[in-house]
């Protein structure tokens, strides 16, 4: 079935630092995608999406494009403050209108 | 406006009880999902409802877990004899129309411990 693979781990940096976190999906059609962010003791927000290749989703700073030539959907911020510090997930929408995540990065901004 | 509403945000149970976990989607929204997400985990597809009747639920593992929406609005989870591996967070998610590019928007979720 489809699927979104994030890379491993939690990521640390500091502020003012580039931020990439990285998203590859299989899917066997033309999926619609997402990022979604977990901020401490909240729930899960829509952060942004892109619902075609080579759309950018983008907000609060961060961007991500639709690659369906490498299948990605890269997150990207240019300069991170302590207040992104929260779980970002990956995900896409299938043709059955079910969500599939990635596992997750944690993301640790220090001041 | 209001978001979506889950209750109760925590609930504790004894291995074989019964639970029900109840989702208050956005208002007018048609679809209503159901997720489960497990510790260091992304959320996981349960069940999928379009107006009343449950569209895909193929997520569901196993016949203890069962799911209604009687009225088009509420839904509420229902897990039969709990076991200890049932423990994780219950999430409920709302869209418009369930078609194309639609968000799914997401409530606070039902942090479920079977003891």
């Known amino acids: 079935g489809d699927s979104v693979t994030q890379m491993e781990g939690p990521v640390t940096l500091s502020e003012e630092a580039f931020l990439t976190i990285n998203c590859t999906y299989t899917?066997?059609?033309?999926?619609?995608l997402f990022w979604y962010v977990q901020y401490p003791g909240e729930g899960l927000q829509l952060l942004l999406k892109?619902?075609?290749?080579?759309d950018k989703g983008s907000n609060k700073g961060f961007e991500a494009t639709y690659r369906k030539e490498t299948t990605s959907f890269h997150l990207e911020k240019g300069s991170v403050q302590v207040s992104d510090s929260a779980v970002y997930f990956c995900?896409?929408?299938?043709?059955?209108?079910?969500?599939?995540f990635g596992k997750g990065n944690q993301v640790v901004v220090i001041p | 406006g209001a978001g979506v509403s889950q209750t109760p945000s925590n609930k504790v149970t004894e291995k074989g009880k019964y639970v029900e976990l109840r989702c208050d989607p956005i208002?007018?929204?048609?679809?209503l999902y159901w997720y489960r997400q497990s510790l260091g985990q992304g959320p996981e597809f349960l069940i999928y409802?379009?107006?009343?009747?449950?569209?895909?639920d193929s997520g569901l593992p196993n016949d203890r877990f069962f799911a209604v929406r009687p009225e088009g609005s509420v839904s509420t989870l229902k897990i039969q004899r709990t076991e200890r591996g049932d423990s994780a967070m219950y999430l409920c998610?709302?869209?418009?129309?369930?078609?194309?590019?639609?968000?799914?928007?997401f409530g606070p979720g039902t942090r479920l411990l079977v003891l």
């Open positions: 899917a066997t059609g033309y999926p619609s």
């Open positions: 892109a619902t075609k290749a080579d």
């Open positions: 995900a896409l929408k299938d043709g059955n209108n079910r969500l599939a």
């Open positions: 208002s007018g929204h048609t679809a």
């Open positions: 409802f379009q107006g009343t009747g449950a569209a895909d």
């Open positions: 998610a709302s869209s418009s129309l369930g078609q194309g590019g639609e968000t799914q928007y």
